[in-house]
Structures are given as C-alpha cells and as structure tokens.
C-alpha cells in the first residue's frame, strides 16, 4: 500500500497544478482566417476598361490552364556507315516546357455600388435569399459569411461564382429596381 505524501511534499505540486491552469487560461485561441475568396470581396468602382462611369464592379478569376509539355530533341543524327549499319547512334535530349493553354480570364460582374449596401438592404438580401432556402441565418442586416456564401450558393446556378451581389441577382430578387426599356 502506497503512503500519502508528506504535507510539504504536496504543496510544491498544488502549487505548480494551479501554475499550470493559470497559463492554459492565459492563452487565447485565436480563429483561423478564412481564406480569401478569389476575385474581390466587395464592390468596387475599379472595373474593365470602358466601364460606365459611377458603376461597381465585381470580378471572379479563372486561372489560366498550363500544360507541361515533354519531347525528344534530336541534337545529332545517327552517323551511318557506307553499307547501312549505324556507326555511331543520334544524340538526343529531353525537351520539358510548360505552355500556356488557356489564358488567365478576369471575368467582370457588375454590382450594387457600397452606398446601397446598407444594413437595411443587407436584411432584404438576406430575407429575399431565406425565401428561396439559401440563406439559414438570422436577419442581421450585416455582409457576414453566411449571408456571402448565400449569394455564392444563389449566384452558383446563373451567374458568377462568388460571394458578391451581381448587379443582376439584385434584380432578379427584387432589390434594385430593373431599368425600363426606352420607347
């Protein structure tokens, strides 16, 4: 049978046990960010060149497809003798390279410019998105992740791959108004 430890033997071990907590206490975990969606997060008014003055842009990128190509370059050709045989065999040497097969495309998007991403728009947003089942959140009125990846899940299907409003989804959800045509 084991015998307690002696009353001074004990102190120094509750004393580093609760040290111990301390310090896990102290520490704070910290989130990991999210990774940054490609393209751009928000609106902006820096879109393609010709674009109408005061409009907002959104932009989603498709990488450009590289292919590595490997072939046989012949750096001397075979030495042959007078009756066929082959004195000496080519020389060759392993050619690798990469090439461009499909360059980068930056696709463009039109959106609503930031002034009209108020709260109050942002909870139309997010009613207009819970209608249609893509949105499970609470109506906060804020561009948080969940409502971004609402508009990602809803923009999937018809236009840009992307957690920022187009300009045409607004509309298609009946939250800016669609322009008429002129008679």
Do not use: H
């Not at 002696?6 to 071990?13: D, E, L, S, T």
């Not at 696709?107 to 209608?131: H, Y």
Request: glycine share 8%; with cysteine; hydrophobic share 35%.
């Amino acid at each position: 049978m084991r015998q307690p430890d002696p009353p001074f033997k004990a102190i120094p071990r509750l004393a580093l046990l609760l040290a111990c907590a301390g310090l896990a206490a102290c520490e704070t975990a910290t989130p990991a960010a999210p990774a940054p969606e490609p393209g751009v997060l928000e609106a902006t008014r820096n879109g393609p060149a010709g674009a109408a003055a005061g409009s907002c842009w959104g932009r989603t990128v498709s990488p450009a497809v590289i292919e590595t190509v490997t072939e046989q370059v012949q750096l001397q050709p075979a030495k042959v003798n007078p009756d066929g045989s082959i004195a000496k065999p080519p020389v060759y040497k392993t050619d690798t390279r990469q090439e461009i097969v499909r360059a980068r495309i930056d696709n463009w998007f039109e959106t609503p410019c930031p002034d009209v991403l108020t709260p109050e728009f942002n909870k139309s947003l997010q009613r207009a998105l819970q209608a249609r089942s893509f949105y499970r959140g609470p109506i906060t009125g804020e561009m948080d992740g969940a409502t971004r990846a609402a508009v990602r899940r809803y923009q999937k299907q018809r236009g840009p791959d992307s957690g920022v409003l187009a300009l045409e989804t607004a509309r298609e959800l009946g939250l800016v108004a669609v322009p008429r045509p002129e008679s």
